[in-house]
């Protein structure tokens, strides 16, 4: 059985950072990539970034050059460095496992953020 967990969310000012922790445990090896997605009240949720086993990242236009995805060495753990925060990065913060292309699988509960201006 697979679990992600986050943490890391809070309250923060605007221009500020947070670093948001993903812990993954059970099958980690059958992933195939890791992500980020939000949801802000009343909207859809939205990606933020992924980062895959194979090689590269990806960023969504509204966060690129302001957040960073990264990962440990042994891959059972992400993180969503963000800096230059702004009050509509405000939402709940969810973490993503896929284990093949058709997309992702595994999701977390979620640490909210909140960026006051």
């Known amino acids: 059985q697979v679990q992600l967990v986050e943490s890391g969310g809070g309250l923060v000012q605007a221009g500020g950072s947070l670093r948001l922790s993903c812990a993954a445990s059970?099958?980690?090896?059958?992933?195939?990539?890791m992500g980020w997605f939000r949801q802000a009240p009343g909207k859809e949720r939205e990606f933020v970034a992924a980062?895959?086993?194979?090689?590269?990242?990806t960023y969504a236009d509204s966060v690129r050059g302001r957040f960073t995805i990264s990962e440990d060495n042994a891959r059972n753990t992400i993180y969503l460095q963000m800096n230059s925060l702004k009050p509509e990065d405000t939402a709940v913060y969810y973490c993503?496992?896929?284990?093949?292309?058709?997309?992702?699988?595994?999701w977390g509960q979620g640490t909210p953020v909140t960026v006051s201006s």
């Open positions: 993503a496992a896929a284990i093949d292309a058709r997309g992702y699988v595994h």
């Open positions: 059970g099958r980690t090896f059958s992933f195939v990539r």
């Open positions: 980062i895959a086993w194979s090689g590269g990242n």
